[in-house]
DNA sequence: CGGTGAAATGTTAGCGCTAACAAGAGCTAA
DNA sequence: TTAGCTCTTGTTAGCGCTAACATTTCACCG
């Protein structure tokens, strides 16, 4: 039997000039033969990769950096992964790296300060990320953002306008409109809602989507009810104050974990879904066409902003002090309406 | 008023010598204030930290990583990233690694395959990552393992035993045992059960679990019925075909979201949970306490696990061929069951 | 058949840092 | 006073790679 097993483990790892020998070749064509291939003649990269497989080589990512300034990887700075929203668009982020040539790092933060962030982006920095995508849609955000130093290439994912990076993000405003004409359009006088963490874009950005639909159409505008943190337990604690009020017929919840906590506050004070009440969510996560009843919400495409976020920090790392991409306008992506049973005409009083 | 803005942007960014410069010391002064900073004088040490931070010096990670060969970079492997699961114990990995000075880079696996997950590795390493933990309790993740070179230190999270590296997990039998026992001390004939994928090493453990309970207490064994995936939906399709059962009273489904679709499939059906089947799950995922009924569920401290996982890594690192970590026994962790309204006695027939 | 230019390959230097050794300073003890 | 120590700082070399320039090779043409 031949024997396929590999060479008795070197002493140390193959590096080029390993190659180089083996190849009877100087290094630099090894060189070549990784970065610019069609500069080397057929014959002699074929024996060049000969000897490298032969050696198992693998480039020294480090000595490479050290003598291009580049590193291959690009930093997420993200709060919490654990989030649907945050975990999908990392996903999305990773995909389109790859697809890029570049791998990923990240940095989760413990808090949303302004501190936090820019420590967040340091650490990543400090291992020489060629660019960041901050994922923390937060008022913070902003701050921390600002006090970067403007040569390193950051992207931020769901913030506001008038920030100094470029922006990749879901129209929420828009999905806002969309959820409360659809609430509207069943003939509910109006809508009241269970608004996102104050302080996190992406809420308050919902809230004014839904505010402008209402005002429009002259509506009474309830005051939201502001949770503290994304949690069904938001939505149910906040869910029981507006299961007690009978004039309410249809709430829009800032996401779908906080309208599961509603669904159950309504559940629990005797108000059916949708025949007594019609809700409403944001986010469309895997779970909501199973909750009892199914949950009508907005599809947010996560992915698609990632893959945004990554386009658009690479087109800043090509030109990173073009004044163009820094006021370019957000690159926003359309959230969709997912109709399902949780929503329909109001009771007939 | 004195100027605290910062010096107009120097043409290119400070590097050791240029502290070292400006200290009026050697560059090896500055890199062991860096590195061993009690062997400074403390006089000299605080003019080298001034300088420093005047320059708004960073130290280049690639030069360093070239001269010592540490990267401080360590690397995950994972499937999919949106799941609860894995986001939580990515979360988990990611804490603890900074608590230890390491910055973590990802790879997504686009499928669960041995070439896919040695293509993740091989990303890795291409950075220069200095070990990785991989996050696919599957089987297949056990052949990609098995292709990898021995001083390359890895931990896999999750998958059983007979692995050549170390594991660290929580005890998925352990778990399904005490899911079933519960079941069976409300009064339960038996127990069905709705697996996960035939392939992830999760889901046979908590098939095996399950099992061993029946068959202790000899009960009837029921064919499991076995998802596709771990989504609602296939939790759903088969909670049909157990809805229509009458015999069937409890249902363990092998995760949350399954045993989300369940509830709908038993809803459907018009039988009530718990008054006619009792239904618990595994993962007691943040919603669970919020469907309808709340859900009775295993959970899981992912968070430990990766701190576990952390820790292993590091140790495998110190030690890369210490036989006595390859051969050590996985350092699982205890699941605990949370029981709520969705498990009750059965029906008096 | 020498001249010419493009294609292929080689040589040199240096990226920024730290290991290893060298050397100076300041002190103790004989 | 000076050998001999410790404490602190400096010098040298090289990690593995690629940019820039230098040289060789070779096909083609007049």
């Given at each position: 039997?031949?024997?396929?097993?590999?060479?008795?483990?070197?002493?140390?790892?193959?590096?080029?000039?390993?190659?180089?020998?083996?190849?009877?070749?100087?290094?630099?064509?090894?060189?070549?033969?990784?970065?610019?291939?069609?500069?080397?003649?057929?014959q002699?990269?074929?024996?060049?990769?000969?000897?490298?497989?032969?050696?198992?080589?693998?480039?020294?990512?480090?000595?490479?950096m050290?003598?291009?300034?580049?590193?291959?990887?690009?930093?997420?700075?993200?709060?919490d992964?654990?989030?649907?929203?945050?975990?999908?668009?990392?996903?999305?982020?990773?995909?389109?790296?790859?697809?890029?040539?570049y791998?990923?790092?990240?940095?989760?933060?413990?808090a949303?300060?302004?501190?936090?962030?820019?420590?967040?982006?340091?650490?990543?920095?400090?291992?020489?990320?060629?660019?960041?995508?901050?994922?923390?849609?937060?008022?913070?955000?902003?701050?921390?953002?600002?006090?970067?130093?403007?040569?390193?290439?950051?992207?931020?994912?769901?913030?506001?306008?008038?920030?100094?990076?470029?922006?990749a993000?879901?129209?929420?405003?828009?999905?806002?409109?969309?959820?409360?004409?659809?609430?509207?359009?069943?003939?509910?006088?109006?809508?009241?809602?269970?608004?996102?963490?104050?302080?996190?874009?992406?809420?308050?950005?919902?809230?004014?989507?839904?505010?402008?639909?209402?005002?429009?159409?002259?509506?009474?505008?309830?005051?939201?009810?502001?949770?503290?943190?994304?949690?069904?337990?938001?939505?149910?604690?906040?869910?029981?104050?507006?299961?007690?009020d009978?004039?309410?017929?249809?709430?829009?919840?800032?996401n779908?974990?906080m309208?599961?906590?509603?669904?159950?506050?309504?559940?629990?004070?005797?108000?059916?879904v949708?025949?007594?009440?019609?809700?409403?969510?944001?986010?469309?996560?895997?779970?909501?066409?199973?909750?009892?009843?199914?949950?009508?919400?907005?599809?947010?495409?996560?992915?698609?902003?990632?893959?945004?976020a990554?386009?658009?920090?690479?087109?800043?790392?090509?030109?990173?002090?073009?004044d163009?991409?820094?006021?370019?306008?957000?690159?926003t992506?359309?959230?969709?309406?997912?109709?399902?049973?949780?929503?329909?005409?109001?009771?007939?009083?």
């Amino acid at each position: 039997m031949t024997a396929d097993t590999p060479p008795p483990v070197p002493s140390r790892a193959a590096v080029m000039d390993d190659v180089a020998a083996l190849a009877g070749v100087s290094a630099m064509t090894v060189s070549r033969v990784l970065n610019t291939p069609e500069k080397v003649r057929a014959q002699t990269r074929a024996r060049v990769l000969a000897a490298m497989r032969e050696l198992d080589y693998r480039p020294n990512s480090a000595a490479r950096m050290l003598v291009t300034g580049r590193s291959g990887v690009l930093g997420v700075v993200s709060f919490d992964t654990t989030l649907y929203g945050p975990a999908s668009t990392l996903y999305g982020i990773e995909q389109a790296a790859r697809a890029a040539d570049y791998t990923v790092s990240i940095a989760s933060l413990s808090a949303l300060t302004r501190a936090a962030i820019e420590d967040g982006v340091d650490r990543l920095r400090a291992q020489s990320v060629e660019g960041a995508i901050v994922l923390a849609p937060h008022r913070s955000a902003a701050a921390g953002l600002r006090g970067l130093p403007p040569d390193f290439p950051v992207v931020v994912v769901g913030a506001g306008d008038d920030l100094p990076v470029p922006v990749a993000a879901v129209d929420n405003r828009a999905g806002g409109v969309r959820v409360t004409r659809h609430l509207l359009s069943l003939g509910h006088r109006t809508v009241w809602h269970i608004a996102g963490p104050a302080d996190w874009i992406d809420a308050s950005e919902r809230v004014v989507g839904w505010r402008s639909v209402l005002e429009a159409e002259g509506r009474p505008v309830p005051v939201p009810l502001q949770s503290s943190d994304w949690s069904p337990r938001s939505g149910y604690e906040l869910g029981r104050r507006l299961a007690a009020d009978p004039a309410v017929t249809a709430v829009f919840a800032a996401n779908d974990p906080m309208a599961l906590g509603l669904l159950r506050a309504l559940r629990e004070a005797g108000r059916r879904v949708p025949e007594d009440v019609s809700v409403a969510g944001f986010d469309d996560v895997p779970e909501s066409p199973y909750f009892a009843p199914p949950l009508t919400s907005v599809r947010q495409p996560f992915g698609e902003v990632g893959r945004h976020a990554v386009r658009l920090l690479l087109e800043r790392m090509a030109d990173p002090l073009a004044d163009g991409a820094r006021n370019r306008p957000p690159l926003t992506v359309e959230p969709e309406l997912v109709v399902r049973e949780s929503t329909a005409a109001p009771p007939v009083s």
